[in-house]
């Protein structure tokens, strides 16, 4: 019989501890697309113009602000390549993106729904993108909203049913 919690030549992990379960969805992986061309051309051309600006600096210009926004970027672009954890349990869901220290807490009762956003289109909740997003809606928080571009659609598709599956689970023992 196979394991529901994996799926076979994927990278995402989904362990079983004591009261809760922990998904760990891998950083971002370059495609080979005109779309990847450009944000890495973007990116290094943003670094360029921040390296040169602090190569030729005025004397009037401050070298800490230059050094900041070289961080920013270079802290970005590492955190785009961090995995993302999620914990789901019998009263909350917690989510780390990348590198940041903090977990963005959302209670399970108030969980609507888990849903896949492709949707290219402006609005005022989608970012007008072409990334494609698992979004975690709840009804009394604000969504959560984790880039699932670089997975292929039978990834994003096991984790979009292992998640509906965990939230019916849970919210099913929480009402017993």
């Not at 349990?89 to 209670?107: A, D, E, M, W």
């Not at 970012?127 to 984790?146: A, M, P, R």
Request: net charge positive; hydrophobic share 45%; charged share 20%.
């Amino acid at each position: 019989m196979q394991n529901p919690d994996i799926l076979k030549g994927s990278d995402i992990k989904i362990t079983n501890l004591r009261d809760a379960y922990k998904i760990s969805i891998p950083g971002f992986r370059l495609k080979r697309n005109m779309s990847t061309f450009l944000r890495i051309l973007l990116f290094g051309f943003a670094i360029f113009v921040i390296s040169f600006l602090l190569y030729k600096q005025p004397e009037n210009a401050s070298p800490i602000v230059l050094s900041l926004i070289l961080g920013l970027v270079l802290f970005f672009a590492f955190h785009l390549h961090s995995k993302t954890i999620i914990i789901f349990s019998k009263n909350f869901i917690k989510v780390k993106h990348g590198c940041l220290p903090f977990y963005r807490t959302r209670q399970l009762q108030n969980l609507t729904n888990i849903y896949i956003d492709d949707s290219v289109n402006i609005g005022s909740d989608s970012t007008g993108s072409d990334f494609i997003y698992l979004v975690i809606s709840s009804s009394k928080q604000w969504n959560i909203k984790i880039i699932v571009d670089h997975l292929s659609r039978q990834d994003i598709e096991f984790l979009r049913s292992r998640l509906s599956y965990l939230r019916y689970k849970f919210l099913n023992e929480y009402i017993k």
